[in-house]
């Protein structure tokens, strides 16, 4: 039985001693568990291509983010995210195209998302709005199939009315209040501890969750990222 009790001893541990003395005296450690997550990364890639060939070529190292924070704005000063953070998609990490999101965090903060987390690209907003209004019977299908609905509940900013230029008689008028759309399973902590229970549970609801991504994605085929 492979065990993530390396990486779920050392998220306690910098959560507890979220500081750059402790961040840096051990680096090594911070290595090993970065290389194991990196593991579970390339597992994922290599049974989930079975059923979305898209992210098959993704390297893990490519899809992970950093664990220190901008604290610029922040009223929390702590220098450091406790917690590992990964996003499979067709173009890597980046947000659109949309894929599998992997949050690994102690005391049961891991969950597995998929969808549009952010409403700050509001042209991928209007793509997918007006998507709906042409395919929103579809969407509605995905979001109330039975095994879908066993597991997901749509989450996202959401505006009070329809927002303007849309008919606020529209079949879907409540699924064009949204800014982001996305989705959330959450992990406990005791699967996440046996590795292979982690890797058959996260194939099986990333499995459930592609025809919701794959609708996102298809309104938003046309969608390029703002360049810096």
Known sequence: MISNQKIYNYLIELENNNNRDWYHENKELRIEVNKEFENIIQEL?????IFDSSILNL??????????????FSHDKSPYNPVLRAHLGPKGKLPIPVGYYLFIGANNKTFLGGGLFTGMFKEATEMIRKYIVEHGDEFENILNEPIFKESYCLKGEKLKNVPHGYNKDH???????????YIEYSIDDEVLLDGDKFIELAVKQFKIMKPFNDFL???LIEFKMPKR
């Open 45 to 49: 890639i290599n049974q989930i291509g």
């Open 59 to 72: 390297k893990p190292k490519d899809l992970t983010f950093k664990q220190v924070r901008d604290t610029r």
């Open 171 to 181: 079949p879907q008028a409540e699924l064009l209040k949204y800014k982001s759309w």
């Open 217 to 219: 994605n298809r309104a």
